[in-house]
C-alpha cells in the first residue's frame, strides 16, 4: 500500500465451514443467490476472473486476475471496474481470509490499493459490508438479503 492509497478491513463470523464459505466465494451459482452477481473463473493463480451482473443483461462489471487461491483458507485477486481493465493503475487488491474459529468460521475481507475518494473507493466501503452479511444471511439461514436495497 502506497502513501495515496488506502484500504478497508472487514471481518464476519458465520456459522459455517470454511470449505462452504470458500464455494460460495468462488461457485458463481452460490455468490448469485447473496451478491447478484458470478464470480467467473477457474481460479487457479495467474488466472483471470470476471465479476458477472446475474441478470438477463450479463454485463461483466468487475476484472481481474488470481493471485493466489489456497482453497478452502486464502483467495487473492486483483480488482478492477471493466471499463478500467486496460489501465494498470485502475487494480486494487482482495484477500479473503477464511480461518476456523470455534464451530464458525472467521471471514476477513481486506481491500487494499485502492485509490481515496475514487468511486471504486466509495463503492466498496458501502458494498462489502452489505455483500459479506448477505454471505452471511445464505449460509445461516438459506436466503442472501437484497444487496441492491437503497438506504431510506
Not at 25 to 41: L, M
Not at 132 to 143: I, V
Request: charged share 25%; proline share 7%.
Amino acid at each position: 500500500m502506497t502513501a495515496e492509497s488506502t484500504r478497508f478491513i472487514h471481518v464476519i463470523y458465520i456459522a459455517t465451514t470454511p470449505q462452504k464459505v470458500f464455494e460460495a466465494i468462488t461457485r458463481p451459482e452460490i455468490a448469485r443467490a447473496y451478491w447478484g452477481h458470478e464470480n467467473v473463473s477457474d481460479w487457479a493463480p495467474g488466472s483471470r476472473w470476471q465479476h458477472v451482473r446475474a441478470n438477463e443483461e450479463r454485463k461483466v462489471e468487475l476484472v481481474g486476475e488470481v493471485v493466489e487461491s489456497t482453497p478452502p483458507s486464502r483467495l487473492v485477486i486483483t480488482w478492477a471496474a471493466a471499463s478500467q481493465a486496460d489501465d494498470p493503475k485502475a487494480y486494487s487488491r482482495v484477500t479473503f481470509e477464511i480461518v476456523p474459529y470455534e464451530d464458525m468460521v472467521k471471514l476477513t475481507v481486506t481491500h487494499e490499493e485502492l485509490q481515496p475518494g475514487t468511486g471504486m473507493d466509495t463503492g466498496i466501503r458501502q458494498g462489502w459490508p452489505i455483500v459479506l452479511s448477505s454471505l452471511k444471511s445464505l449460509l445461516e439461514t438459506g436466503k442472501g438479503l437484497d444487496v441492491f436495497a437503497k438506504p431510506s
